[in-house]
């Protein structure tokens, strides 16, 4: 059972016990309705207690159960709440740590709730595209007024309880306790004194009864709404909450309560919803690897090297400043260290003054980090992360170096973007601790952290690599060694196609726009303007020589030999003004573009923005069907991590293979062969990968 019961003299606790953070299952739910029953059957108990165990009052419902026919069975939780309002004896919710989505719910449920200080409230079903769906945008006004709850709830973010408590007027808490460790015995108390007041029979107080109105509910509700879709365009459920909470104030609380229930479930049903709930599980099932268990423990990380000063290298030691790990960071000359470390200050600067950042903690931050120019400065470092050019025979001298100087056990890892980890790994005497962790730019913001392992890397290190991830704020995905990984594997396809759609009658700024719109974060050609269009020349060089079958558009090449790379050179695909970063039409690059269409003997065409989307989302899933058969990636979702947190892609879209299921495996595959009939695509591409054919044909999806 998920739920303990015991009597201390006349009360009775229920504690939740469902770690980490008493999730609201199936087995929780029957095992609070238990006790109650069982309490109220026991003449010598006058009150109860509802609490929870460990870390959490609790969060919500159990994540274990979305999409499991357990999560519906009855008791849900509106079925819960119902029974610990009509309980005839006092209920008492004892808040702590943790009171979020139904674990606020039935918290007011209760007759009476103490809470704790420092323990964080909210109810954040926004974030997976849904409103509170037990009750929460009916209760949650009546004791807080509807600004304060709509608020709440539209955000939801966490409130510590004190500043709830604190606000004129609240009814959320009846008390509040000295401290957590208090908290039991305190509302054991409190419990004994409510139990006394109602010994004459007096009703039993219940939100439900309490009044909610707005007294310019109109004018207020249209604010907020206008608020709301200028703020959150692209997801249905905020504008949903405001109706929600609106409904509170206008309708009975039955009534308000059904018409809650109602847009819960139609939200359920929409594709930013399922997006949204998609990356929760995404983001909490890549940080396992099929076959490194709990039982792998992490080595121990007290002190991190990072080879070069560069923006990369900068970037890298911020994360480990910012998580309070001491950083050596190494360069061959003073001169690219001074650059380095100016940088480093300059950014921390920005945040300072911005109000980011304590200057406190900058000058802490920066106590954290020694410059240095000798290699046996890293010989304590316990991970030592370069981040030099991007060229196998510059890395092979780092490693060798690092191989000699690192002490046992110290992890060496590689920030390469493309290259062959197994054979950087092959330069030293220590495979077994050689990784690849791919940060993206710019380091310190990014998110994604691939994480490249090679045939040898050791388990423990795949482990420590994970837990250090976590440490310093990033979403590690872990890919398999090839080329590219994942997200550069899977963008060289993209590239490709906006080569192609150029060249076939698109302009840079019509393909931007139309993927923009889409959602991404940037178009293909803004995007290659701000990397720089010699990054990708310098890949295409090397295909030629690898895959002299695979075919390119030579506008990036033309581009390119007009030494046009992009925002660094104030000119690429687009126009730039000095200063700025705003990307104007070229004619330069439109004459390029019509003068190589006529060498090359093509009509261009119109071509539509689906298309465009099309091509170049779909060139995405396919290379990724392609990467999943491979092995590369463990799991479609791990993908999708990927676009969302390295590359732009739409969060309430999902990421790509999640978006191609929601179109439809089958009309995908269609698609695709209708773009292999066409002769200036890569027919051979466009075949469907074999996984994704399969997986059309069986009417099944990535997910």
């Not at 997006?275 to 990380?301: M, Q, T, W, Y």
Request: contains cysteine; proline residues 5%.
């Amino acid at each position: 059972m998920t739920a303990h019961y015991k009597v201390q003299g006349d009360v009775a606790i229920i504690s939740m016990n469902n770690p980490p953070v008493n999730g609201l299952g199936y087995d929780t739910r029957v095992g609070i309705t238990s006790g109650l029953d069982k309490a109220n059957a026991d003449p010598a108990v006058k009150a109860i207690v509802l609490t929870g165990e460990g870390k959490a009052f609790s969060g919500g419902a159990d994540i274990r159960e979305f999409n499991s026919a357990k999560a519906m069975q009855e008791p849900i939780l509106l079925s819960v709440i119902v029974a610990v309002e009509n309980s005839p004896k006092p209920v008492v919710a004892a808040v702590h740590s943790v009171a979020m989505g139904g674990g606020l719910e039935l918290a007011l449920g209760a007759h009476y709730r103490i809470a704790a200080p420092g323990a964080k409230i909210a109810l954040p079903e926004v974030k997976l595209g849904l409103i509170p769906g037990a009750g929460g945008t009916v209760r949650l006004p009546r004791v807080l007024g509807p600004e304060t709850a709509l608020n709440l709830i539209v955000k939801g973010d966490p409130v510590n309880s004190e500043l709830l408590a604190s606000l004129p007027g609240q009814k959320l808490f009846d008390k509040m306790a000295s401290s957590p460790e208090t908290l039991l015995e305190e509302a054991v108390a409190f419990a004994r004194e409510v139990a006394a007041r109602h010994a004459d029979g007096s009703p039993l107080p219940l939100v439900r009864h309490l009044p909610c109105k707005h007294p310019n509910g109109d004018a207020y509700f249209q604010f907020a709404r206008n608020m709301v879709k200028g703020m959150a365009k692209n997801f249905p459920a905020p504008a949903k909450c405001v109706d929600a909470v609106e409904n509170a104030t206008k309708y009975k609380f039955d009534d308000a309560l059904a018409k809650e229930r109602e847009i819960f479930i139609n939200l359920m049903q929409t594709p930013e919803c399922k997006a949204l709930r998609h990356i929760f599980a995404a983001e909490r099932a890549a940080s396992k690897i099929p076959d490194v268990g709990d039982d792998v423990k992490p080595r121990e990380v007290k002190q991190v090297g990072v080879i070069g000063a560069g923006t990369m290298g900068g970037g890298i030691a911020m994360n480990f400043l910012n998580a309070g790990i001491p950083v050596t960071i190494l360069e061959t000359k003073q001169e690219a260290l001074d650059r380095g470390l100016a940088t480093i200050r300059k950014n921390y600067e920005g945040q300072v003054k911005k109000g980011k950042l304590k200057a406190d903690k900058y000058d802490q931050r920066m106590a954290l980090l020694t410059a240095t120019l000798n290699y046996d400065d890293l010989k304590d470092a316990d991970l030592i992360i370069e981040a030099v050019f991007e060229e196998m025979g510059v890395k092979e001298q780092v490693f060798k170096k690092l191989d000699e100087v690192a002490k046992p056990g110290a992890i060496l890892a590689s920030n390469t973007s493309t290259l062959d980890v197994d054979q950087i790994a092959a330069f030293t005497k220590r495979p077994q601790d050689v990784v690849g962790m791919h940060f993206f730019s710019p380091a310190n913001v990014m998110k994604l952290l691939e994480v490249v392992r090679g045939k040898a890397a050791a388990k423990d290190v795949l482990a420590t690599v994970m837990a250090i991830a976590k440490k310093i704020k990033k979403t590690a995905v872990v890919s398999g060694v090839c080329d590219g990984f994942i997200g550069n594997r899977m963008i060289e396809q993209y590239s490709r196609q906006a080569g192609f759609l150029l060249e076939e009658g698109a302009t840079p700024q019509q393909v931007d726009k139309a993927i923009e719109k889409f959602g991404f974060a940037m178009g293909p050609f803004r995007m290659g303007d701000l990397a720089g269009n010699d990054i990708g020349w310098a890949i295409r060089k090397r295909r030629y020589q690898e895959k002299p079958d695979m075919k390119y558009s030579k506008t990036a090449d033309l581009l390119c030999e007009l030494g046009r790379f992009g925002q660094k050179t104030g000119a690429g695909w687009y126009d730039y003004q000095p200063g700025k970063r705003d990307a104007i039409p070229s004619k330069l690059v439109e004459e390029m573009v019509e003068k190589h269409r006529k060498d090359q003997g093509i009509t261009p065409r119109k071509i539509s923005d689906q298309e465009i989307v099309e091509r170049l989302v779909y060139s995405l899933v396919n290379e990724g069907a392609h990467i999943l058969e491979d092995g590369i990636a463990s799991k479609a979702s791990d993908i999708d991590m990927v676009y969302l947190t390295g590359y732009g892609f739409p969060i309430w879209r999902g990421g790509p293979m999640k978006y191609a299921d929601q179109m439809g495996l089958f009309n995908v595959a269609e698609s695709m062969k209708r773009f292999a009939r066409n002769p200036r695509d890569d027919g051979s591409f466009w075949q469907p990968a074999p996984l994704l054919a399969k997986l059309a044909a069986e009417g099944k999806t990535f997910s």
